[in-house]
């Protein structure tokens, strides 16, 4: 038996260690445990999600950059040969420095860390099953495992010749011809890093558009840019089956309504339609915690049904993001100590890292449409952005959504070079409930790719001045 915690933390991806973070902050004794094999802290998003896809999708761009464009800018090298260990090995050594810049937060912020698996064995009462096995008393638990990949019947991941995203992140050699299926953000995102070193991609996708939750305008505009990169695309088609053989994989294809199968040969399939919540082996049904038919855990406010034991990130509904996951352990830990801990699930953006990137916020033009709701809409092509022009870079659009009587800004959409970054600029306008006005009379650098988010609001009350 250890000390009373006032909060024990089980999982410690973004959800879990910023919980934990600011519990410590707060002043509240905390203790943070972590099952995975590696010992490492910062969960799927540090180990096997964000991060190591970031890795690959920036040193990938750079490598196609180079052998595409560089000759066109002026810059000869000579002949661009890819080398993949050395490209993994820098992904893995960014890996290793942000899970050690998590431990360091721990101790930092004197969070005790415990390396093995969590489970509730009786209310404030969690066991740790690590190198040896411990039992911690606290007053709250906060549940914060996450979540795993959703499994495709009949396409046996193996992580060899069927592969999940962690498989897809550590290709010993690039495959010559890789089937994704879903188009999703995974399947797109690390599709485009497999093409960009060599790969054909094909990406079946169940519904007959990619990113379906996007805007319309923008999954339809984004899949244009990447077929044009030679990304392959099957809509409306649904695998039914995977044969391995020796160095291959057959997949059989079917019209998602059904009609004559086909099968497609590949070197290598990654299994991409979703994610879906992880809590094996934490004891819920025993402790009284509820969890819905898609086996998230039910919270109001991050409480689950129990008293005293809470959830947040990936394992509770809401979008799968890092992001969210983290404002999630903030405010579930403000509301532990007696504040007032809020996420405005409203205006979490989401955003696409490939080249270009895709970034939104807030409603699209079919929500809005389903919701009755009366809506003007501004756009600027990066085509008439005199930043993107001199870059070469003018693949995409920015979209403001506002309310047709209010203006108040309701949602952005953008295709488009450092869409990521760009979108922030539209958060912040929304979470001060601003209108496009209040964004097209902001002075906006210049020459920036942020003049096209200021062109695309003047867009609404029609006074576009640059296209
Ligand atoms: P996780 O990060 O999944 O962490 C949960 C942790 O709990 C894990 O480490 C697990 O080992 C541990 N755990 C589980 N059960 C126990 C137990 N019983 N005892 C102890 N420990 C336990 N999101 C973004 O916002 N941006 C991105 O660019 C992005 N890229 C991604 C790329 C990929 C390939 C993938 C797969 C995901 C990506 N995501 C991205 C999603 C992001 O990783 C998740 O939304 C985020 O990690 C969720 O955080 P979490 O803390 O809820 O759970
Ligand atoms: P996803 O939900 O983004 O996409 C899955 C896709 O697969 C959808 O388009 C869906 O229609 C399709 N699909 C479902 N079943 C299918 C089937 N049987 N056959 C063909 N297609 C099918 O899920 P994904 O890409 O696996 O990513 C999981 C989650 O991880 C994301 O939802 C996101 O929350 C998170 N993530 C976030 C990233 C980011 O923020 N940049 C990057 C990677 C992951």
Redo the contacts with the bound molecule.
């Keep these: 038996m250890t000390e009373q915690y006032d909060v024990v933390i089980?999982?410690?991806?973004?959800?879990?260690?910023n919980a934990a973070i600011r519990a410590g902050q707060l002043g509240l004794k905390v203790a943070i445990?972590?099952?995975?094999d590696n010992k490492k802290l910062?969960?799927?998003?540090?180990?096997?999600?964000?991060i190591?896809?970031?890795a690959l999708l920036h040193a990938s761009e750079l490598y196609e950059a180079a052998e595409k464009n560089f000759e066109g800018l002026g810059i000869k090298t000579g002949k661009v040969s890819l080398d993949l260990v050395q490209m993994l090995k820098q992904k893995d050594d960014a890996v290793e420095g942000l899970t050690k810049g998590v431990a360091f937060l721990m101790k930092k912020n004197k969070v005790d860390t415990f390396m093995?698996?969590?489970?509730i064995i009786a209310p404030g009462k969690v066991r740790?099953s690590g190198d040896e096995t411990v039992v911690l008393d606290t007053k709250n638990i906060v549940i914060?495992?996450?979540?795993e990949?959703t499994p495709l019947p009949g396409v046996e991941i193996d992580e060899q010749q069927i592969v999940s995203?962690?498989g897809a992140?550590s290709f010993p050699t690039v495959p010559k011809h890789l089937v994704v299926i879903g188009g999703g953000?995974?399947g797109l995102?690390?599709g485009s890093v497999w093409r960009r070193l060599g790969a054909k991609v094909t990406v079946v996708e169940f519904l007959d558009k990619i990113l379906p939750t996007m805007d319309g305008e923008v999954s339809k505009q984004f899949q244009r840019i990447l077929k044009k990169q030679g990304v392959e695309f099957k809509l409306s088609s649904k695998v039914t089956g995977a044969e391995k053989l020796k160095t291959k994989v057959k997949l059989t294809v079917e019209p998602a309504a059904g009609g004559d199968a086909e099968t497609i040969d590949a070197d290598a399939v990654l299994v991409a339609i979703g994610?879906r919540p992880?809590?094996?082996?934490?004891g819920l049904e025993k402790a009284g915690v509820q969890m819905d038919k898609h086996g998230f855990i039910v919270t109001d406010h991050f409480k689950t049904t129990t008293p005293g034991i809470w959830a947040?990130?990936?394992?509770i509904t809401g979008p799968?993001?890092?992001?969210?996951?983290e404002d999630?352990?903030a405010a579930c830990i403000e509301l532990i100590a007696g504040k007032a801990g809020h996420v405005n699930y409203d205006l979490v953006p989401n955003?696409v890292?490939t080249y270009p990137e895709v970034a939104s916020v807030g409603k699209t033009e079919e929500e809005l449409k389903a919701a009755g709701i009366d809506y003007k809409t501004g756009k600027f092509p990066f085509a008439a952005n005199s930043r993107a022009k001199t870059n070469h870079e003018t693949d995409g659009f920015v979209k403001v959504i506002a309310d047709a009587a209010t203006d108040r800004v309701l949602g952005a959409h953008i295709v488009g070079v450092g869409a990521g970054e760009l979108i922030a600029e539209v958060v912040s306008v929304m979470e001060f409930g601003g209108a496009s006005e209040d964004i097209a009379r902001t002075c906006h650098a210049h020459p920036t790719r942020s003049e096209a988010i200021r062109q695309a609001a003047m867009g609404v009350e029609g006074w576009t001045m640059q296209a």
Aim: aromatic share 4%; with cysteine.
């Design positions: 089980i999982g410690a991806g973004p959800g879990g260690y445990i972590e099952k995975r910062g969960g799927t998003c540090l180990n096997v999600g964000c190591p896809s970031k093995g698996a969590g489970e740790v914060a495992t996450g979540s990949v995203s962690t992140l953000v995974i995102e690390l994610r992880y809590t094996i082996g934490l947040i990130g990936d394992c799968m993001l890092a992001h969210k996951a999630d352990g955003v890292y």
